[in-house]
Structures are given as structure tokens and as C-alpha cells.
């Protein structure tokens, strides 16, 4: 099956939803601001969650950062060097001083040598300790993204307060899960049950959909799979099986082989024999079973348990009408789903959020 396609609300023109634009938890996308929102929970305000301007942002934080710790180390390796030039500079100066020994006038010089030394490891020293506070900046940037991964959803689990989008698809392997909604929206149109039962694997549980009612019994529709027919439990807690092709024909067939040039007049009990009654009538009250034959006759209406057409759209969806002829859709496209027009109509589209 194709993957469905849905659209949030969107815009190239307007940086931010107006507050009371979006319904609680509806999503917008503004490709302005390149920045995504979400309708607060009463539906009167709108909350920024993300975006492209905020990966923007990591990223930019990450390259400042990288570009802080490039400089401090640029500048551990100039004073470095540094420490070379004066230690350098002292065995120079050490050896001028045994030279001075010998005669002043060397020494005065070797002197003058030893304090220009000294004033380029002042001047080094005074990079490295701009590359410290450089470097030191680095670290509490870095901190500061520590800290916000930190405060992410744990691997092993967690609890997550506010809204939660995700991008992917989610598996859930759990034994139990509940949706504590008052809506639930599910895009695919096709629901599939017993779905860990492998293919080579014969069938041998029922499924289906139970609902709830309190105090009162639960009602159902399912498959019967000792029966392999649709089935249904009402109120009353009362099975019965859905009627299918197969029984409805069974039926027809039955009345159509019953014996013909028979007086209806004079039939009050048993059984029909084999051929055809012939003749009109049309006040027929008693009870029987169709089993076999074909429907020849005219069209039946909904009020009598028809659908009131000869014909269907080829993969269209039936809808109802009243008491008048069924309905069906137009047939669905890759990637639409099921929904209903401003109208109430249904009809095959794309989720679309539409635009602000």
C-alpha cells in the first residue's frame, strides 16, 4: 500500500500563525521565518516548537565553538614556541654571563640581549592568556549544549510533558497500548488485525471491534473463524452472522426452483416442490430461505433492504443517502485517504492543512 501524503498548514508570506489560527495541537509550518508551530491547548495562542532557523542556529553554535577551540589551541602551540625562545634566551644569557666573567664589556652586551628575550616572552604570554579566555568562552558553550542534550527524553524511558512529533516511523513492542484521546485521527484507511499471525500459519482467532458501554453489555463486530462469516453481538448479547453473497443467492435460487403453475392461493404449509411458481403475487408474508438462483427482477430499493443501483464506481466507496439509492465515492489516487467535504460528503483527498 502507498504511504499517505499529509500537508500542515503553511505559508511563504507570513513569518507567524495569527493566536486563535490554529486549533489545539494543529501544526504550522511558515516558510518565511522558516520556523514551525503548534496551536496551544485552548486554541487561542500558538507555540513555536522548531524548525529550519533553529537548526540554523545549532549549527552556526557548533562551527563557533569548533572555530573557539582552533584558536586556543593556535595559541597553546604560539606560547609553546614561546617558552622555547626564553628558554633559549636564559642559556644564552647563562652563557653570557660566564663570557661576563671574563670580561665586562661582553657581558653589558650579552645583558641587552637577555632583556629584549624578556620582552617577547612577556608579549607571548600575554597571546597565551588571550587564548585561554577565548578557549574558556568555548567550554561554556560547550557546557551549555551538554546541559540541553542532558534534559532529553532518556533512551530507557521517560515521561514527556508536552507535545512530541515524530519524524519516522515508531514501533512500539510493549504489551499494552492505551490512547488517553478524546480524538483520534488515523491517516491509513485500512486497519489490519492479528497482524504477528505468520502466512504459513493457519487461522484460529476471531477479530474484530468491541465497544465499551459502561453498566451495559458490550456490542461487537467481528470475524467468526469457526463459521469463516462476519458476525455481530448486540445488546442483548445476542450473536448473529452477517449475510453474505453466498446466502442471499442461496435464497433466490431457492424461491426460483420452487414448482411452478402452483395456485399460491392453496399453499398454506410444507414445501414447495422443484419447479418454478408462475403467476403474480404480491402478498407473499411467510417465512423462507433463498438458496440457490438469480435475481431477475427489478432493482430493490434501500427501504427494502437494496441498494437502489445496478452499478458501482470500480473502487469507489459506498455512502448512504437516506432512503434513497446508495452512493459511492470517485476512486482514491496514490496517497489519498478517506475524508469528508465541507459538506459532509465523503471523498478520497490528501491531508491538507491548508495555508495562513
Do not use: C
Not at 72 to 95: C, K, M, P, S
Not at 163 to 171: A, Q
Amino acid at each position: 500500500m502507498a504511504n499517505t501524503r499529509i500537508q500542515i498548514k503553511r505559508s511563504t508570506g507570513t513569518s507567524t500563525p495569527a493566536n486563535g489560527s490554529l486549533t489545539a495541537a494543529e501544526q504550522a509550518y511558515s516558510f518565511l521565518s522558516n520556523r514551525l508551530f503548534i496551536g496551544d491547548s485552548a486554541g487561542t495562542g500558538v507555540v513555536e516548537i522548531g524548525g529550519k532557523y533553529w537548526v540554523d542556529r545549532t549549527d552556526l553554535s557548533y562551527t563557533q565553538a569548533n572555530n573557539a577551540y582552533a584558536t586556543g589551541n593556535a595559541a597553546f602551540l604560539q606560547a609553546n614556541a614561546a617558552y622555547g625562545h626564553a628558554n633559549g634566551a636564559y642559556t644564552t644569557a647563562n652563557a653570557s654571563f660566564l663570557q661576563a666573567n671574563a670580561a665586562y664589556g661582553h657581558a653589558n652586551g650579552a645583558y641587552t640581549t637577555a632583556n629584549a628575550s624578556f620582552l617577547q616572552a612577556n608579549a607571548a604570554y600575554d597571546h597565551a592568556n588571550s587564548g585561554f579566555t577565548t578557549a574558556n568562552a568555548a567550554f561554556l558553550q560547550a557546557n551549555g549544549a551538554y546541559t540541553t542534550a542532558n534534559a532529553a527524553l532518556p533512551k530507557a524511558g521517560g515521561t514527556v510533558t508536552g507535545d512530541l512529533v515524530v519524524g519516522g516511523n515508531l514501533t512500539i513492542s510493549g504489551t499494552t497500548t492505551y490512547v488517553n484521546t478524546t480524538t483520534l485521527n488515523v491517516g491509513d484507511n485500512l486497519i489490519s488485525l492479528n497482524a504477528d499471525i505468520l502466512s504459513n500459519v493457519a487461522p484460529s482467532e476471531n477479530a474484530g471491534i468491541e465497544v465499551i458501554r459502561g453498566n451495559a453489555n458490550t456490542v461487537s463486530l467481528y470475524w467468526n473463524e469457526s463459521t469463516d462469516k462476519w458476525s455481530f453481538i448486540d445488546a442483548d448479547n445476542i450473536m448473529y452472522s452477517i449475510a453474505s453473497n453466498t446466502d442471499i443467492a442461496n435464497v433466490v435460487s431457492s424461491i426460483a426452483t420452487s414448482s411452478s403453475s402452483l395456485n399460491a392461493s392453496n399453499l398454506t404449509s410444507g414445501t414447495v416442490p422443484t419447479a418454478r411458481l408462475s403467476g403474480s403475487y404480491t402478498g407473499i408474508t411467510g417465512l423462507g430461505t433463498l438458496t440457490v438462483g438469480t435475481w431477475n427482477a427489478d432493482t430493490i430499493t434501500v427501504p427494502y433492504g437494496g441498494t437502489g443501483q445496478t452499478s458501482f464506481t470500480t473502487n469507489g466507496m459506498i455512502y448512504g443517502n437516506g432512503s434513497g439509492a446508495l452512493n459511492i465515492t470517485a476512486a482514491g489516487t496514490d496517497g489519498q485517504v478517506l475524508q469528508a467535504s465541507s459538506s459532509g460528503v465523503p471523498q478520497f483527498a490528501m491531508l491538507d492543512g491548508g495555508t495562513f
